[in-house]
């Protein structure tokens, strides 16, 4: 199976350091390589300047084969460390396909783990926290705080009734 990953394009978690993420994914962008970074927009409290900030800090995404993420790094400087899975001894791969197809607001979900396992419901987001929002007797609805790995997207219209 590490054989079949080593030729498979994968989103590797990568680290690098805190204050350099958008100056490595500029980098990245230049070179051509796919990858994610997670920001959102700020504004300085006295003024309208508005500047992105990462929401992991140290933390960038990378689209690749394990040989070009290693090339990235070991030929073309880039200044990052792949995070390496205990397990298999290897680059850590972001599974799941969350990556992939990124969850969006009122996507309809299902929970996968956890008290919550099998409910199902839509996707909301309060000051940076994900919930799932469940409709209970066709007239009330619920909020739960649940981690964006337990869930899994349901195919269908984004706001589909019962």
Same mark, same amino acid.
């Given at each position: 199976?590490?054989?079949?990953?080593?030729?498979?394009?994968?989103?590797?978690?990568?680290?690098?350091?805190?204050?350099?993420?958008?100056?490595?994914?500029?980098?990245?962008?230049?070179? &051509?390589? @796919?990858?994610?970074?997670?920001?959102?927009? $700020?504004?300085?409290?006295? &003024?309208?300047?508005?500047?992105?900030?990462?929401?992991?800090?140290?933390?960038?995404? +990378?689209?690749?084969?394990?040989?070009?993420?290693?090339?990235?790094?070991?030929?073309?400087?880039?200044?990052?460390?792949?995070?390496?899975?205990?397990?298999?001894?290897?680059?850590?791969?972001? @599974?799941?396909?969350?990556?992939?197809?990124?969850?969006?607001?009122?996507? $309809?979900? #299902?929970?996968?783990?956890?008290?919550? #396992?099998?409910? @199902?419901?839509?996707?909301?987001?309060? #000051?940076?926290?994900?919930?799932? +929002? +469940?409709?209970?007797?066709?007239?009330?609805?619920? #909020?739960?705080? +649940?981690?964006?790995?337990?869930?899994?997207?349901?195919? &269908?219209?984004?706001?589909?009734?019962?």
């Amino acid at each position: 199976m590490e054989q079949n990953r080593n030729n498979q394009t994968c989103w590797f978690a990568a680290h690098t350091r805190c204050g350099a993420e958008l100056g490595v994914r500029d980098r990245l962008g230049r070179l &051509g390589a @796919e990858h994610f970074l997670p920001t959102e927009l $700020r504004s300085h409290t006295r &003024g309208r300047a508005k500047y992105e900030k990462p929401l992991i800090p140290g933390l960038i995404f +990378v689209r690749a084969t394990k040989s070009q993420a290693c090339a990235l790094a070991n030929e073309q400087g880039l200044p990052v460390r792949y995070l390496i899975d205990p397990a298999t001894r290897s680059l850590m791969v972001v @599974e799941g396909g969350l990556m992939d197809r990124p969850l969006a607001l009122g996507d $309809r979900v #299902r929970v996968t783990k956890g008290a919550l #396992r099998g409910v @199902e419901g839509h996707v909301l987001e309060l #000051r940076g926290q994900t919930y799932v +929002v +469940v409709e209970l007797l066709g007239c009330w609805f619920a #909020r739960a705080s +649940v981690p964006r790995a337990w869930l899994e997207r349901i195919d &269908g219209p984004k706001n589909a009734t019962h």
